[in-house]
């Protein structure tokens, strides 16, 4: 009779746990289908995404958006706004893609994402599996993968000891009850002392060999979905996988074994652990398999993130009401229609075809920082994912590098001059490479006087022009559209002013700027009305005769 419960409560609880786990299931793919289509929103603290760089720090691309241009074009919001995955790794991928301006093979890329747009049942299968590696901050796993050696210096031979004589334990309870139950007992406080007490200087591996054995359990059963003739996903698992296809036992085992303490699994996987030592054991085996095929976990590592970043793309795109794939061409010039900066709500939408060397000009707040971001942007997004928010976008291969949002540095206690001249500089290196450059300069040299600025500022525009780049530069100074006229094509925003408001209609239109509005702003925000006589009294002396009268 107790035999009988005994079976029953077993099967009880593994028909439950089976129920729990198809009703969980249910619930994340119901989730996911209907977060398909929608921005992202970043859920994650400060340190979940500094965690989220690992895979960029530790392998970084040759070519590389370097921080300030990250920074200046605001890509930490784009990619907050794409970043639909579902896992760690997915994240860390995406992120290292947006900043590789060296991505090939996009042509693969976007037949991927069709088949992914196509096939919402198996990509929602998909989405589950990453589901279930999860995100966990600060999880070390590539630096596992490229570097499987423990953390701390481990007496793996005691181990194999302690769980030999716990095994041969249960032997003797066949032969003799009494001894076999005392021998399984003393075993059982002693494996359990030992585990405990050691658990704390393997926990690091122990995680993170679990992280990538939840990979390879979600990898296994992608490979079963059926992804069509055109990807070249399956592929890539069936041989990143082929050294990892036999360790079905040990993987479930070791995962078990760091479930959620309100798991009802973590009982019998607690008790087994504790009583086996099994996550010694299996973390263990894992680095040696590790150490045996770097090159397949790293394959798998990369094919995993990189299926998340086309979903992550797919939805992007459905969440945008302009969007088009770009045109890579091997011309000098860049050719946009309705192109729109991702980050602004009911953004206007801009047309052109630019030649090499441009200059913007336009009044406060007109628009011109906006569109050289939205430039800078879908570049970086064109080349990276194969997408644009625009109409139609055409361009060559490019290096985006950016001199914008400077500011002063308090800790190295560098002027706002100085980060200025050191963001220039670095500019004036990277055109010597071996890429072509896409180069946004936003009010350039702002941060000393009118004389050195006008003529540094010339200096280093007309320096640009004797290499095959890309040049936006965004200036209230229009002594440079005069003095830079045969060599810069003149483009400008303007407003328009009425007694009461500044209205701007945020449309890029040729030649240098014939309106400004500093003043007219000091009156609208209540300014004394002798500071705004005076003031369009110079302005307007200043105009017709280049000289200052103070009046």
Known sequence: MIFIVFVALFFGFIGFSIFRVKNHNRKVMRRVAAQYGQLAEWEGSLDDYESMKRYFKVLPPQYAIDDQTWNDLDMDLVFKQINLTQSSVGEEVLFRRLRDQNISNLDQFEKDINWLQDNELERTKIQREMNRIGKKTNNQLIELILNPVFSNDINFALFTVLRSVAILSLFILFFNLEVGIMMISLMFIVNNVVYYSKTGEISKDVSRVSMLMDIIKASKNIEKIELGDDTHVKSRLHESLKPFRNMGIASSLAAASLQSSTSEAMVLSGFLDGYFLISFGACRFMFKKIIDSHDEALMLYETIGYLECAIATASYRQSQDTVCIPKVTETSEIEFENIKNPLVDEAIGNSHVFQSFNMITGSNASGKSTFVKALGVNILLGQTL??????????????????????????????????????????????????????????????????????????????????????????????????????????????????????????????????????????????EPSIIIKANRMADTFEKTRTWDTY
Not at 438 to 452: A, P, Q, R, S
Not at 477 to 498: A, G, I, R
């Open 386 to 527: 194969n997408t644009c928010i625009a109409d139609s976008m055409s361009f060559p291969n490019v290096f985006v590098i950016t001199s914008m949002a400077i500011q002063d540095d308090i800790d190295s206690k560098e002027s706002y001059f100085v980060r200025e001249t050191k963001s220039l500089k670095r500019i004036l290196d990277q055109v010597k490479g071996d890429k072509r450059c896409f180069i946004v300069i936003d009010e350039i040299l702002k941060g000393t006087n009118t004389i050195e600025r006008i003529s540094s500022s010339y200096s280093v525009l007309d320096f640009l022009t004797n290499y095959s780049t890309f040049v936006c530069a965004a200036t209230h100074d229009l002594e440079l559209t005069e003095l830079l006229k045969s060599k810069y094509q003149n483009y400008h925003f303007k407003e328009t002013v009425t007694d009461r408001d500044i209205v701007f209609d945020y449309k890029l239109r040729e030649g240098p700027s014939d309106t400004r509005n500093a003043i007219k702003m000091l009156e609208y925000y209540g300014y």
